[in-house]
């Protein structure tokens, strides 16, 4: 159980990452918070009058305990989407032109509630909801509320309170959006949560491999680095296999344990990535940390041997394989400067087409997904 002292920080339930298993359950995460923190009365009367204090200010009352269920447009991980969902969104991210603005969302304020450091998602969101004539506001731990120990749950019911529409949320404990979800009566879009998913993410890379190949039909990808800790590669799988992608996950046992095979059905492991390689269609690259190689068995002068992308290992994959990653790059790490700035990456393409899907996930959360 977790304690008060616990609640009334922003800290969450981290994802299980055992060597057991790599399941996790945000419901679960969330209800524990819920459930040690409902016995406040005096927490719940101060919440009530700040629910009464003006509700004609908005078009619209609000909710100010558990929902149980998100509301409508809310985008929290892509493991329960539906395969037809996920098209909807992509076919909508196709139509979308940052170049040319749309007013779908003109008057609507978003929120972009960041507990951790970002720069392409950040941007991305915010470019795109700016794209569709939204409002856009940015909260971050530092500088805001949060530094004194305001809880999740208080800081989405005051964003509420001063008219959000929409909340953006990045948070480095799984299962906070999850939980802001289930208490608020606006679309939460998961931004990235700790260890668990990164929705966004997966949907542009899914756009970005459309845009260079024909279908997922037929497709061999390959997913390179640190599995264990990335949401990234949580995403990628669930949305992968369900359209039939065969998956092979390839990288050391300290950032590939053999339990990995069990994330998403079809999935394959191997430690060598030659063999990883051959045939493959699709190759990402995932950022490795270098403080996360500290006590481990491997080095990183021999991860560097073993796992970077270069020329001549790109060569074992199909002839018109396209390489990914999604940011920050690190040269001479993950992979070569000439294999970065090759004919095959697209890792720039993969930047610029997180504004279009981000502005179908904005457009399709707030009702307006024409």
């Known amino acids: 159980m977790l304690s008060c002292q616990n609640v009334a920080r922003h800290s969450v339930v981290p994802a299980s990452c055992s060597a057991g298993t790599l399941a996790f359950s945000p419901e679960a995460a969330a209800r524990a918070i819920i459930n040690a923190g409902q016995s406040s009365p005096a927490r719940l009367a101060r919440l009530q009058h700040l629910a009464a204090a003006s509700p004609a200010a908005y078009d619209a009352p609000f ?104 909340i953006v949320m990045r948070h480095p404990s799984a299962g906070a959006p999850h939980l802001m979800a289930q208490h608020l009566d606006i679309p939460i879009i998961n931004a990235g949560d700790g260890m668990h998913e990164h929705p966004s993410q997966a949907l542009l890379d899914a756009f970005t491999i459309l845009k260079h190949k024909k279908s997922f039909q037929g497709l061999q990808a390959t997913i390179v680095g640190d599995i264990l800790h990335s949401r990234v590669a949580r995403s990628a799988c669930y949305l992968l296999t369900k ?88 040269r001479g790490l993950e992979l070569t400067a000439e294999v970065a700035d090759g004919s095959q990456s697209v890792i720039v393409d993969e930047v610029h087409n997180g504004v279009p899907t981000r502005m179908a996930i904005l457009a399709r959360a707030l009702g307006k997904a024409k």
Do not use: W
């Not at 076919?91 to 978003?110: C, D, E």
């Open 243 to 330: 359209f039939g992608v065969k998956l092979t996950l390839c990288g050391p046992p300290e950032f590939v344990p053999d339990v990995a095979a069990t994330l998403a059905p079809g999935l394959r492991v191997t430690r060598h990535l030659e063999d990883a390689l051959r045939g493959t269609d699709v190759i990402m690259l995932l950022r490795v940390q270098k403080e996360r190689l500290a006590g481990q068995k491997i080095r990183l002068q021999d991860y560097i041997a073993r796992y970077q992308m270069t020329t001549a290992r790109l060569k074992l994959a199909k002839r018109e394989a396209i390489v990914m990653h999604p940011g920050p790059i690190i």
């Open 63 to 166: 909710a100010l305990f558990p929902m149980n269920t998100p509301a409508r447009g809310s985008l929290l991980g892509i493991e329960h989407l539906e395969a037809n969902e996920i098209l909807g969104l992509l076919k909508l991210a196709r139509r979308m032109n940052p170049q040319k603005a749309r007013p779908l969302l003109r008057g609507k304020r978003i929120v972009l509630l960041f507990y951790e450091a970002s720069t392409r998602t950040r941007s991305s969101f915010e470019f795109a909801a700016k794209a569709l004539g939204a409002i856009t506001t940015l909260v971050q731990s530092s500088g805001s509320s949060i530094e004194k120990g305001e809880s999740v749950l208080d800081t989405g019911y005051t964003l509420r309170a001063v008219g959000a529409d929409c």
